[in-house]
């Protein structure tokens, strides 16, 4: 049995988290540089606001109903992602994280597994203060499809029989199938498919046929029969990126080089959470003027700040008109591989120094929040910076804002 854990409405249950207040409010986040509504909680949207809307546009709503809103705290949601799971790898010994706010789990051996769905809510809300929904059954689809009708009714969901599953088939519309997009999802509406229970009836030849080989599995999923295992060890990202849109246009290289080495930190920092080096680095510049250009060059191998801000500097040098104004850069690390596979570097003393430093950087950051420490020249400014004027503490990451418990 496979097991889905799902947060609930996961960035603003992190919202919430420290602030009791809140309890029973509407929620909304909003996305980078507060454009638009990324995510909701239920009770926003009993109020008629849906995700994707403009912040602007919505403003009317949520003067009128008192809604609360913010800016994305990604510091925050990272930080109770990783908290969720954790949590769930002392629930189960085998964890796949799908995603920021849900994870599959191995179930086999298990007993009660109602029972026991109920005890992994529990113990998240209680270790974490997030809020989750869990959907049991043979396969990722059959789980996948427990927790959403879970979601709609008291949080757990078991599939085990026939019947149970035969239910749960006719109750889920096929646009809400786990990996049926809304061009598919159109279609088999037009051809008169319109519930999961109709789907699996198709045969499977027109399946494979019309939706390709990774329909034909997601049917034989929702049949029961297991066609994807859990991937435990995640693999090292192929490419990393890290880019933001200015506040406002940007025409000094000098401040450009500012955005570009912070991005790189940014960039860097995934880099060296996930024990990889790069030796690639590219950069872009977009522009009205020019659209889109970019350049890059091949390093040695390294997780080394500095020597990766130096790269995207003398790239941006190439790339940059003066005169133009510039409303995007992004630097883009790829040729990622593990430290442990690293080739020997002949001057390995000097390296030393450089793994020592960005250790220690690392256990500053850590303690006191991202970018406590930082290269001279990476300093985040609010002219070409992300706008997030409703952005919340860093509760649980940053020691200035950690809740603090007053005795009277």
Known sequence: MIGLVDCESFYCSCERAFRPDLKNTAIIVLSNNDHWIIALNSEAKKLGLKRGVRFKEALPIINKNGIVFFSSNYTLYSDFSWRVMKTLRDLSPKVEVYSIDEAFIDLSGFRDLADYGETIRRTIKKQTLIPTTVGMAPTKALAKTAQRLAKKDKGVLLLETEKEIAEALALTPVEDIWGIGRAYAEKLKLAGIKTAA???????????????????????????????????????????????????????????????????????????????????????????????????????????????????????????????????????????????????????????????????????????????????????????????????????????????????
């Open 198 to 408: 109709e789907f699996i009836q198709i045969p499977e030849w027109i399946v494979k046929k019309e939706m390709t080989s990774v329909g034909w599995r997601l049917q034989r999923e929702l049949k029961g029969f297991p066609m994807a295992d859990l991937k435990i060890e995640v693999d090292p990202r192929k490419g990393i990126i890290s880019a933001r849109q200015f506040r406002s246009p940007v025409k000094e290289l000098s401040i450009l080089y500012e955005a570009i080495s912070y991005y790189a930190e940014l960039a860097v920092e995934k880099l060296r959470t996930q024990e990889c080096t790069t030796n690639s680095v590219s950069v872009s510049l977009e522009s009205s003027d020019f659209g889109r250009r970019h350049a890059s060059v091949e390093i040695a191998p390294t997780d080394y700040l500095p020597d990766i801000i130096s790269a995207a500097r003398s790239l941006l040098k190439k790339l940059y008109s003066s005169g133009s104004a510039y409303w995007r850069t992004t630097i883009f690390l790829f040729g990622i591989e593990p430290l442990t596979g690293r080739q020997m570097d002949f001057f390995e003393n000097d390296n030393r120094k450089k793994i020592d430093l960005s250790e220690k950087v690392d256990e500053i950051n850590s303690k006191f929040g991202q970018h406590t420490v930082h290269p001279c020249g990476s300093e985040f400014r609010e002219d070409w910076g992300m706008r997030r004027a409703y952005l919340s503490p860093c509760y649980t990451t940053r020691i200035k804002d950690f809740p603090v418990a007053m005795l009277r």
